[in-house]
C-alpha cells in the first residue's frame, strides 16, 4: 500500500479560503499504519542486519506502537516483548483490544508497575531485562530514535512542496522532526501534541535540524489519552462529511486544532494545509470502552 493525498471539500474551506489536504499515511498497511510503519522501518531491518532474533520495546494499554511493533516483528520473522505499564493488567490484558492483537501477533508481556516503568530508558533496567529474557534489539517507547527520524523524513514527498504549512500531531516527537529535517525552506510545522506541557520542544530538538515549526499547545483536551465530547463530536462529524477516520488520540486533536483555526481566520486567504494522517485507528476501539463507561457518545466505527 502507499499513501496520498486526499483534499477536503467542506463550505468553510471555501469560505475562508483555505485548501486543506490529508496525507492519509494510514493507509501504508492495515496494521503498521501511519508514523509507525515510518518509524519501525529502518529498525527492523538494524535488527535484522545485527542477525537479532527479538525485539523488545515499551507502551501502555492502547498503545498503537505495541501493535504495531509485534505485527512488524512477525512479518520479518522477529520474536516481540512489549513491557506494559499497569502491573494491573496482569489479570485482564485480554480484555483489552489492543493487547488481545498485539498478543495475536505473538508479542509476549512483561507487565511492570508504573514505578518500574519509569526506569525504562535506564541501563541497569535494561541490562536487569536482558538477563531475563536474553539478548534483544531495543525500541524505546513510542519508538522514537534515530532510525525512526529517518523513516519518517520520508513522509513529504516532491509534490508536497507547494504547501505552505505542514501540521502534524505529536507524541513523543519523532515523527514531526522528520517531517521538520525535510520542509524546503518556505515552508513551516504546525506541531499539535497530545500531551500537556512544553518538555516537547527539547524532545523535538534532539532531531531537528532547523526552526521552522512551533508547538500548538491548546488541544491536548487535558492531556494524553483525554478525550471529550465536543471532541468525539468534530471527529463523528469529520468522518461523516469527508469519509475519513480520524483517531482521539492524535490526528483527531490536531484536525480539532486546524479547523478552530480556520473558523478564527487565523490563516490568509490562499494558504494551503497539508496535515499528516498518523494513523493509529486500532485504538477507537478501547477508546470507545472508555467512553462507555463514562456514558459519553461513543467513535463512529
Known amino acids: 500500500m502507499s499513501s496520498y493525498n486526499q483534499q477536503i471539500q467542506h463550505p468553510l474551506l471555501k469560505q475562508q479560503q483555505v485548501a486543506l489536504w490529508i496525507k492519509r499515511e494510514d493507509l501504508l498497511h492495515p496494521i503498521i499504519s501511519g508514523n509507525k510503519f515510518r518509524k519501525?522501518?529502518?529498525?527492523?531491518?538494524?535488527?535484522?542486519?545485527?542477525?537479532?532474533?527479538?525485539?523488545?520495546?515499551?507502551?501502555?494499554?492502547?498503545?498503537?506502537?505495541i501493535v504495531a511493533t509485534a505485527c512488524a516483528a512477525k512479518e520479518a520473522g522477529l520474536k516481540a516483548i512489549g513491557v506494559i505499564r499497569g502491573e494491573e493488567l496482569k489479570e485482564k490484558w485480554k480484555t483489552n483490544p489492543t493487547l488481545e492483537q498485539a498478543a495475536a501477533y505473538?508479542?509476549?508481556?512483561?507487565?511492570?508497575?508504573?514505578?518500574?516503568?519509569?526506569?525504562?530508558?535506564?541501563?541497569?533496567?535494561?541490562?536487569?531485562?536482558?538477563?531475563?529474557?536474553?539478548?534483544?534489539?531495543?525500541?524505546?517507547?513510542?519508538?522514537?530514535?534515530?532510525?525512526?527520524?529517518?523513516g519518517c523524513e520520508e513522509i513529504l514527498t516532491k509534490e508536497d512542496e507547494r504547501f505552505n504549512f505542514v501540521a502534524c500531531a505529536v507524541g513523543t516527537g519523532g515523527t514531526v522532526a522528520g517531517i521538520i529535517n525535510s520542509l524546503t525552506e518556505n515552508q513551516h510545522v504546525l506541531a499539535y501534541p497530545a500531551l500537556k506541557g512544553n518538555f516537547l520542544k527539547a524532545e523535538i530538538d534532539k532531531f531537528a535540524t532547523n526552526e521552522q515549526w512551533q508547538l500548538v499547545t491548546d488541544y491536548h483536551f487535558g492531556g494524553y489519552a483525554k478525550v471529550t465530547e465536543p471532541l468525539v463530536q468534530f471527529i463523528n462529524e469529520f468522518k461523516r462529511d469527508t469519509g475519513i477516520p480520524l483517531d482521539p488520540i492524535y490526528t483527531g486533536k490536531m484536525l480539532f486544532g486546524i479547523w478552530k483555526s480556520i473558523i478564527q481566520g487565523n490563516f490568509t486567504k490562499g494558504t494551503k494545509i497539508l496535515a499528516i494522517h498518523t494513523g493509529g485507528l486500532q485504538g477507537i476501539k478501547g477508546m470507545n470502552q472508555q467512553l462507555r463507561r463514562r456514558n459519553l457518545p461513543v467513535l463512529d466505527l
Open 106 to 150: 505473538g508479542m509476549q508481556f512483561l507487565f511492570v508497575t508504573r514505578e518500574a516503568y519509569r526506569l525504562k530508558t535506564e541501563a541497569d533496567y535494561i541490562l536487569k531485562l536482558k538477563n531475563e529474557f536474553g539478548d534483544f534489539y531495543l525500541i524505546p517507547e513510542g519508538g522514537t530514535n534515530a532510525l525512526a527520524v529517518k
Open 40 to 65: 519501525l522501518k529502518y529498525n527492523i531491518k538494524d535488527a535484522l542486519a545485527l542477525g537479532q532474533k527479538t525485539i523488545l520495546t515499551f507502551g501502555g494499554a492502547y498503545s498503537n506502537h
